[in-house]
């Protein structure tokens, strides 16, 4: 993996834990997660706009295929994910959610999309995975916390993580659909599915607006900025080596929660964020 591809993905680990935070802060719900949905929107629409003027892509139907799958994927991701934040810690369901992450990325990049990583970048894949399960502690414990429902979100929300990874990394590497043209056009298929659901809390959307202006403005911009760094390396960086090497975010969410939300079992999961760190190492060596 180049240097400039570690460059996009650590600086895009640090913005997508950031936004995480944020979101776990507000307290999030449905009526958030549209809010700053619109909100990015409007303030991408320009440099998507521009992008496309500029690179003037040959979009075909696929394209928009692939962007509608994406669209409809990341409105689960982010349902997903909001529910497990508002059932358990950010140190508990944020490390689970991009830990299990890889391990299906990377075993999809294999099988469907014929990439062949080395068995040393493997090796930190899994080691990636283990310092998440590290991190998120025992299943007793789990059980007598109750905080089981959250980790089930947390699984279902890594599934998508892989799932939307391997349908934008075809976007981008395979039809050459710009990165920020496909984040803005996800989030706009997004906006459009949550709607509905949105309008039906017309007193809760001014409530949080109200009540969250700042932070909804914030992940509006970090959210699709920590993707199209992302989506960036991508394009000249195979899919099963970036989609494990962005799990560093997990020790810097771990790190937010316990010290900035004062969540628990910090030394415990300094240890797995060390076993995260090795396979950081693994993927860069490999």
């Known amino acids: 993996m180049s240097g400039l591809a570690l460059a996009l993905i650590f600086a895009a680990a640090f913005v997508h834990a950031s936004w995480n935070y944020l979101l776990k802060r507000s307290g999030g719900g449905t009526a958030f997660v549209w809010l700053f949905a619109v909100t990015s929107a409007v303030i991408y629409a320009p440099l998507a706009a521009v992008v496309l003027w500029w690179t003037q892509p040959a979009l075909t139907a696929m394209s928009f295929v692939l962007m509608a799958a994406s669209a409809v994927i990341h409105t689960a991701y982010f349902m997903l994910l909001d529910r497990g934040y508002r059932t358990g810690d950010l140190s508990l369901v944020y490390p689970l959610a991009r830990g299990s992450a890889p391990l299906v990325t990377v075993t999809v990049a294999v099988l469907l999309l014929g990439e062949q990583p080395s068995s040393i970048a493997i090796a930190g894949a899994l080691l990636i995975a283990a310092g998440a399960v590290v991190l998120t502690g025992n299943f007793r414990s789990l059980r007598e916390s109750g905080s089981l429902a959250a980790v089930v979100f947390a699984l279902l929300t890594g599934c998508m993580i892989a799932s939307y990874t391997v349908v934008d990394k075809l976007a981008v590497a395979a039809f050459f659909v710009p990165p920020?043209?496909?984040?803005?056009?996800?989030?706009?298929?997004?906006?459009?599915?949550?709607?509905?659901?949105?309008?039906?809390?017309?007193?809760?959307?001014?409530?949080?607006?109200?009540?969250?202006?700042?932070?909804?403005?914030?992940?509006?911009?970090?959210?699709p900025l920590s993707y199209i760094l992302v989506l960036t390396a991508m394009v000249f960086t195979p899919v099963s080596y970036v989609a494990p090497a962005r799990e560093i975010s997990i020790l810097i969410g771990a790190l937010f929660g316990a010290h900035l939300l004062a969540e628990e079992h910090a030394t415990r999961r300094l240890f797995g964020a060390a076993a995260m760190l090795g396979g950081i190492v693994c993927l860069a060596v490999g």
């Open 180 to 223: 920020l043209v496909q984040d803005w056009a996800t989030n706009l298929g997004r906006v459009a599915i949550t709607t509905p659901l949105a309008l039906r809390q017309r007193q809760e959307l001014r409530a949080v607006w109200q009540r969250c202006r700042r932070e909804v403005i914030a992940v509006a911009v970090l959210c």
